[in-house]
């Protein structure tokens, strides 16, 4: 479970340029729930997770996981616990070493260090098994430098290192916006496989109303580092985008011209 309470996180603080980004922001997440966050730009979407992962020290407020106080934890640290997907597909992997030896790593992230031998024969069975799963033959092209790989499939493969070991919180900062339609479908369809098939907790930030209505168990909309809208699993079953934009307008007194927001 996460609970979010209280948080702020203030940019520039005393200067002509302070933004305040996340404003008393107060959640609360059950294990195995998959929320969805929308917003324009400047909302605090990727803000928020960028406070849950450690990357940015909050102004006030407490995180907690699973009921442990991460507030104060450094990003490393965290990154035990915190699977995390990028926008861009290059900084979830490392473009010179093969496909295996990336999953490797990911794979070990959480045991002791020390001289190790190489990659067991166990251990690259079950790398294969996880590519294969993901249909996109990666599982025949284990000795491939990342680097050869397109977004698509670099970003599948971020996907599957970020759960490889089921994390306590997998965090999804618009993963398929970098990525053509077609690919960014696939890639949708294999988040949702996953997330489903291993009951994760799951952040995931998009900019696309249906997209926020049509993945997960719940829809979260924030405007001005504030969450203006949360709506259960139930009451999005019988919203549409239309409806989203009508309560959108409703809580933020603003109109909505994000056309990135508006896609059907």
């Known amino acids: 479970m996460i609970q979010i309470t209280g948080l702020t996180k203030i940019f520039d603080r005393g200067t002509v340029s302070e933004k305040v980004a996340l404003a008393n922001v107060n959640l609360t997440f ?31 407020g407490v995180i907690r996981l699973d009921g ?10 965290r990154a035990r616990w915190i699977g995390r997907v990028f926008q861009d597909p290059s900084l979830g992997t490392a473009y010179d070493m093969t496909i295996e030896e990336n999953l490797a790593i990911a794979y070990h992230k959480n045991m002791r260090r020390g001289i190790q031998p190489g990659i067991k024969k166990a251990e690259r069975q079950h790398f294969q098994e996880r590519l294969a799963a993901l249909g996109l033959g990666l599982e025949n092209r284990m000795k491939d430098k990342v680097g050869l ?6 970003q599948a493969l971020t996907l599957l290192m970020a759960t490889i070991v089921k994390p306590r919180l997998l965090l999804l900062d618009e993963h398929t916006a970098s990525l053509d339609p077609a690919t960014a479908k696939k890639v949708l369809q294999l988040t949702k496989q996953l997330v489903t098939d291993k009951r994760l907790s799951t952040l995931m930030i998009t900019h696309n109303m249906k997209e926020a209505l049509a993945m997960g168990t719940r829809t979260i909309m924030m405007h001005n580092g504030e969450v ?17 934009v009508s309560q959108f307008e409703s809580k933020s007194g603003s109109s909505l011209n994000n056309d990135r927001m508006l896609l059907l």
Request: hydrophobic fraction near 35%; charged fraction near 25%; proline fraction near 2%.
């Open 30 to 60: 059950t294990a195995g729930e998959f929320v969805t966050i929308i917003g324009g730009n400047g909302a605090g979407k990727s803000t928020l997770l960028n406070c849950l992962a450690g990357v940015y020290a909050v102004d006030a």
């Open 68 to 77: 442990n106080d991460i507030t104060g934890l450094p990003e490393y640290k």
């Open 149 to 154: 790989l397109s977004g698509g499939q670099r």
């Open 228 to 244: 203006i809208l949360d709506l259960d699993d139930e009451e999005r079953k019988q919203m549409t985008v239309e409806k989203l």
